[in-house]
Antibody
Framework: EVQLVESGGGLVQPGGSLRLSCAAS????????MDWVRQAPGKGLECVGR??????????LYAASVQGRFTISRDDSKNSLYLQMDSLKTEDTAVYYC?????????WGRGTAVTVAS | DIQMTQSPSSLSASVGDRVTITCRAS??????LAWYQQKAEKAPKSLMY???SLQSGVPSRFSGSGSGTDFTLTISSLQPEDFATYYC?????????FGPGTKVDIK
């Protein structure tokens, strides 16, 4: 079964850092483009960042709202994707989803909640 | 960034009704348009890609059409499990952007 499981969310103070993890199973992560999408409480969906696949050199793209603060990385040996979030702001509070970027965004994880508050 | 709009923002319908949701892009996105369904407190689920192609396992009562800037999602006969919020998304250029959503609830 193709599955994505996120972890690493929690409560962090403004200016702090958090690293989200996404463990993939049922497929080879390195073959696929991968995305991080977030949803603030009661709001719509926002693309945060995208990582191309290994064949395209794992190039990363970011939304303007997180550019310079968030970094996507991968560990092929663990079939995992990561989102390093630095200099967090209250407006980064959201559920963060790990998503496979195939035929649009075909497989979604359940999400992990991040709360930025003092 | 490409702006996506949807109409209506919400609708009330009965089981068996035909439902149509419209999505519009602020510029030409060819057919690079996807639709997602989200139920309360759950992750979105992919329904359709390339404007009119069903994801594997999605019932055939869902259909999509359009290209360029104007798109529609149609549910031919609404079922109890279809009450949810529906989002369109363009994946023509990054950042990919979503519409604000259409909430479908029970009449």
């Amino acid at each position: 079964e193709v599955q994505l499981v996120e972890s690493g969310g929690g409560l962090v103070q403004p200016g702090g850092s958090l690293r989200l993890s996404c463990a993939a199973s049922g497929f080879t992560l390195s073959d696929h483009y991968m995305d991080w999408v977030r949803q603030a409480p009661g709001k719509g969906l926002e693309c945060v960042g995208r990582s191309t696949n290994k064949a395209n050199s794992y190039t990363s793209l970011y939304a303007a709202s997180v550019q310079g603060r968030f970094t996507i990385s991968r560990d092929d040996s663990k079939n995992s994707l990561y989102l390093q979030m630095d200099s967090l702001k209250t407006e980064d509070t959201a559920v963060y989803y790990c998503v496979r970027g195939f035929h649009g965004m075909d497989v979604w994880g359940r999400g992990t909640a991040v709360t930025v508050a003092s | 960034d490409i702006q996506m709009t949807q109409s209506p923002s919400s609708l009330s319908a009965s089981v068996g009704d035909r439902v149509t949701i419209t999505c519009r892009a602020s510029q030409n996105i060819s057919s690079r348009l996807a639709w997602y369904q989200q139920k309360a407190e759950k992750a979105p689920k992919s329904l359709m890609y390339a404007a009119s192609s069903l994801q594997s396992g999605v019932p055939s009562r869902f259909s999509g059409s359009g290209s360029g800037t104007d798109f529609t999602l149609t549910i031919s006969s609404l079922q109890p499990e279809d009450f949810a919020t529906y989002y369109c998304q363009q994946y023509n250029s990054y950042p990919f952007t979503f519409g604000p959503g259409t909430k479908v609830d029970i009449k």
